[in-house]
């Protein structure tokens, strides 16, 4: 049948959350979709933290490579001072009211990081241009850029070190910014045609687990899927979510979120299967994968 042919025109295996210097990895997005190819991969998602400026041109060399490139974003969410993350498969990125709230986030974000460097202003010798300077024109700024601007400036080793110590949520130095909350995060990528998938939903740290009592109005308001298989979800969360997933016939997924250099993650250390794969396209109605 076409329909059956149509959904299965990916390979795999499959990694669905990577992140170019269009947020805060540290490859383009051209390089990412070759990094993609080098790993053996057959089909990989592009997730920007809040922004989809990166599709183009990972879409084109990971055709020109072979792969099925799935159009994806990584959104910002705040529930209660947590920062909750919102992956979003398929969307329309042309849809006008994800485009102006990512815009506002991507806006806030800014703001937010200038304050961070205005903050470390009396401890370290750190300028709003050393941070510039680690960043794209246009991409989505955070921390990453302010960890790599203190790198450069010899006040931490490496990135990790940085969130480790000086930028880390209880340091003294976190600041929060504007992001929607889980509930409209979701509506606004189901009104976009998108699949929203709560991307490593257990998390070692506070800083970034959603409470599991507040799931279930996510879910009922169309969350699709849990990203399980994940460095960073804990044995305990996993099978937590694993549950969940079987209760409420979520979609499960497992990926990398390689950073580049900017994180140990290694491309194609997690993968989703096809079935689940096969499922968010199906749900999609935003955009669709680019086949090679
Ligand atoms: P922010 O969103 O600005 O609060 O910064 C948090 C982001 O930093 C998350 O998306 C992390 O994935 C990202 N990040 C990138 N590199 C690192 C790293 N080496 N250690 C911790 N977080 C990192
Ligand atoms: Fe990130
Ligand atoms: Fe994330
Ligand atoms: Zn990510």
């Known amino acids: 049948m076409d329909g059956m042919l ?5 390979r795999g295996p499959i990694d669905l959350h990577t992140h170019s210097t269009v947020s805060d990895g540290t490859e383009s997005p051209a390089e990412v979709a070759r990094a993609a190819a080098r790993a053996g991969l057959g089909t990989f998602a592009l997730t920007d933290h809040d922004s989809t400026d990166g599709w183009p041109a990972a879409a084109s060399v990971a055709t020109r490579e072979g792969l099925t490139f799935i159009p994806g974003m ?3 969410a705040r529930l209660d001072g947590v920062t909750v993350h919102i992956l979003a498969y398929l969307i329309d990125s042309t849809n006008a009211e994800l485009a102006a709230e990512i815009e506002l986030v991507r806006h806030e974000r800014l703001l937010r990081a200038q304050r961070i460097v205005e903050s470390l202003r009396d401890e370290y010798l750190l300028v709003w241009d050393d941070v510039l300077a680690q960043t794209t024109p246009g991409s989505t700024i955070g921390r990453p850029h302010i960890a790599d601007a203190l790198v450069a400036r010899g006040h931490a080793p490496t990135r990790s070190a940085a ?3 000086i930028l880390h949520w209880q340091s003294g130095y976190y600041q929060p910014h504007y992001a929607p909350d889980p509930l409209r995060a979701v509506r606004l990528i189901r009104a976009a045609g998108g699949v929203p ?3 490593h939903p257990a998390a070692r740290g506070r800083e970034w687990a959603i409470p599991s009592d507040q ?3 996510l879910i009922a308001a169309g969350l699709a899927g849990v990203e399980i298989e994940h460095r960073e979800n804990t044995p ?3 099978k937590h979510l694993r549950e969940l997933a079987e209760r409420y016939d979520l979609i499960v997924t497992g990926s990398s979120d390689y950073h580049g250099s900017g994180k140990p993650n290694r491309l194609a250390e997690n993968l989703t299967d096809a079935a689940s794969l096969d499922r968010i396209i199906a749900e999609a109605t935003g955009t669709e994968p680019v086949y090679a």
């Open 163 to 165: 969130f480790a110590t």
């Open 6 to 10: 149509a959904s299965r025109r990916f």
């Open 215 to 217: 799931l279930e109005p």
């Open 236 to 238: 305990e969360g996993k």
């Open 197 to 199: 998938v709560l991307a």
């Open 74 to 76: 990584e959104l910002s």
